[in-house]
């Protein structure tokens, strides 16, 4: 595991503060036009565009993990399938967790 370079937990609320960054984030899937974007709710419910062509058909819910791209969207290079069932709530606890003053154990 390549762990120079890490990923941050981010929802779409802390996108915002990580613009230019590797960071990762779990989506739920709302379309895809088959081109390379795809359009999910964050785990906090707010809409993000995920840039890049995913490996396949996805599940319901993805991790994304790649650049933020701006403040609703993330160029991934990474895509794994979570299935289609999620707590969404628990995953939000844990980016705000990340971010916040236990960010020290996720970086």
């Known amino acids: ?9 981010v929802n779409a609320e802390l996108l915002r503060m990580h613009v230019g960054r590797r960071v990762r984030a779990v ?15 964050s785990t906090d419910g707010q809409q993000l565009v995920i840039k890049g062509h995913p490996p396949g058909p996805l599940s319901t819910f993805v991790e994304v993990i790649g650049i933020a ?14 299935g289609d069932v ?16 236990y960010k020290h154990l996720f970086i």
Do not use: E, H, K
């Open 69 to 82: 791209d701006s403040n609703q969207s993330i160029r991934a290079d990474i895509w794994n399938n979570f």
């Open 1 to 9: 595991m390549d762990t120079s370079n890490p990923a941050l937990f």
């Open 86 to 101: 999620l707590d969404t709530a628990s995953y939000n606890v844990v980016c705000q967790l990340a971010n916040g003053d």
């Open 27 to 41: 989506i739920q899937v709302l379309r895809s036009d088959g081109g390379g974007s795809v359009v999910g709710n």
